[in-house]
């Protein structure tokens, strides 16, 4: 279902090492499963930022030369997830500006549910935007002289801000890194030597040899520089309930990686076995659809003790840039990535486990090719509940009709699908393989039970296929209500 979720981030951050920009390429390198748009690398000197920055993959946006005309002790990154329109350099980050206050870099993972009106409320009075983002409202608060004036203009200017958001800040002496209240998105502290790190996953720092030294707390701002680390909030602790995003526990983290407490892979083989407990299928084989779903599927086979072998070899050399927007293409590109392997799915009945299913027409033409490679059955399970709600906090899910769940029963959806049968895990075996506790979770998109406000009279406004679109609260209607966090 990989294709079918656009936007998310992934972020990094270093002070205090000779190599700063090299290691930060390295750290977006290891979290370029988080977005695929674009790259960039901010590097400072104590005294001015420099910029790198194109579209693509890492190593198509940034090249040797970049890195090394950017070699300064101090950097952030950040990459950006690929949508299948086009895609404008502007809305590449970081987002480098110079203000009254200096120059400032700031990279974002998460969504700004109220930027739409702070955006207006500038606009009217003549600011100038160059972006589409949600980020760049953050770096006008910053250089407004009403949040200037206040003894800790970030603190401030955070408080204004309603949604999800780890945002990595670089000045020209030091990084500012913070998490937002409910902590949505996750962000870890490392250390490297002397070096102080910042990442949103820690397989950025296993790949550049840093230690892990804990999770940034929700509504923490550390500063990092040279002369070492101090750390204050913006709010109270427990002043908002946490809102971990469970998707990343089902589809974005890297297994390797530890976050929210937990690592990825031990989550994703509990909620395997847990599918395997609440929907037994009577088969020879337990195959994944890689990638996601092979931590998963390994937890179907050791609890239903069906034996688990490959059903598809992956083509690893379909990047996303080849995804085209129209559905036949589509379909051929999945083709493409996932061959099924003949020899192994043949004449047998088949456990497929999927970690979601966002419009089906994916996990669809999986199941065909399937067929055509002469499956006897196909029982899919699906390591996580049916999608049925958009994500309004950074994550551009296909609009609600295009989601395969929205108004179908799971008959109607394995009709659709065209297996022999079909089951999701509940959203209460969901929590209970997180662990970590329900309460401290967002499942909106499969609850509907939005954790954060999204208010529509309040933020008039939201992200919707990557862009920016108003609209009146009369046309809002769909949007659930919410409790102030
Ligand atoms: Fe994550 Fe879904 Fe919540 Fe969005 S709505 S933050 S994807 S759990």
């Known amino acids: 279902m990989s294709s079918d979720i656009r936007h998310h981030c992934g972020l990094f951050g270093i002070v205090g090492h000779p190599d700063a920009a090299e290691l930060t390429y390295l750290g977006l390198y290891a979290q370029q499963h988080r977005g695929q748009e674009s790259a960039g ?75 739409a009106r702070l955006r ?11 972006t589409t983002s949600d980020t760049e409202v953050v770096l006008h608060m910053l250089a407004d002289r009403r949040f200037g004036e206040k003894p800790d203009p970030l603190a401030a200017v955070l408080r204004q801000l309603c949604g999800t958001y780890c945002l990595v800040l670089l000045y020209p002496d030091r990084i500012e890194a913070v998490r937002d209240p409910s902590g949505n998105r996750p962000l870890c502290l490392g250390r490297l030597g002397e070096a102080w790190v910042v990442a949103s ?11 892990y030294v804990r999770d940034f707390e929700p509504g923490e701002i550390v500063t990092l520089s040279r002369s070492g680390l101090s750390t204050r909030r913006f709010v109270e602790a427990g002043a908002c309930r946490r809102a971990h995003c469970i998707f990343e526990y089902v589809y974005f983290a890297d297994p390797s990686s530890d976050i929210f407490g937990e690592n990825v892979h031990r989550v994703r083989r509990a909620l395997g076995s ?10 020879d084989l337990v195959v994944a659809v890689p990638n996601c779903a092979r931590c ?45 392997i003949r020899g192994s799915v043949a004449g047998r009945r088949l ?30 399970r699906v390591a996580s509940p049916p999608i049925r709600y958009p994500c309004y906090y950074g994550i551009d899910f296909p609009s609600r009709e295009e989601l395969v769940a929205d108004g179908r029963t799971v ?75």
């Open 41 to 115: 690398i901010c590097a400072a000197d104590g005294k001015k930022i420099a910029l790198r920055s194109g579209l693509g993959l890492v190593t198509d946006a940034l090249r040797q030369r970049d890195l090394a005309e950017i070699h300064n002790p101090i950097a952030i990154g950040h990459v950006r997830y690929s949508t299948t329109g086009s895609c404008s350099e502007p809305n590449i980050q970081p987002l480098l500006v110079t203000c009254s206050i200096g120059q400032i870099a700031v990279a974002h993972n998460g969504n700004l549910v109220n930027a």
């Open 120 to 130: 207006r409320e500038y606009e009217e009075d003549g600011h100038i935007f160059v």
């Open 201 to 211: 996953e820690t397989c950025a720092l296993d790949i550049i040899d840093a230690a």
């Open 274 to 283: 847990a599918l395997a407990r609440e929907a037994p299928a009577d088969a």
């Open 296 to 340: 998963a599927a390994l937890g179907y086979h050791e609890e239903s003790g069906i034996a688990i072998g490959r059903g598809f070899t992956t083509n690893h050399y379909v990047g996303r840039s080849f995804i085209q927007p129209t559905q036949p293409i589509r379909d051929l590109t999945v083709r493409l990535k996932l061959n099924p």
């Open 351 to 380: 456990v497929v486990v999927e970690d979601s299913v966002v419009r089906g027409t994916t996990t669809r033409g999986k199941m065909q090719s399937l067929r055509d490679a002469g499956a006897k059955e196909i029982h899919l």
């Open 411 to 485: 008959e109607e959806i394995r009709a659709y699908l065209g297996v022999d049968s079909l089951a999701y895990l509940s959203l209460e075996g969901m929590l209970a393989a997180a662990k970590t506790g329900s309460t401290d979770f967002c499942h909106a998109c499969f609850s509907g039970e939005y954790p954060i406000p999204i208010d529509p009279t309040f933020h008039k406004g939201v992200f919707e296929q990557g862009q920016l679109r108003f609209f009146d609260a009369t046309e809002a209607t769909p949007l659930q209500p919410v409790k102030p966090c």
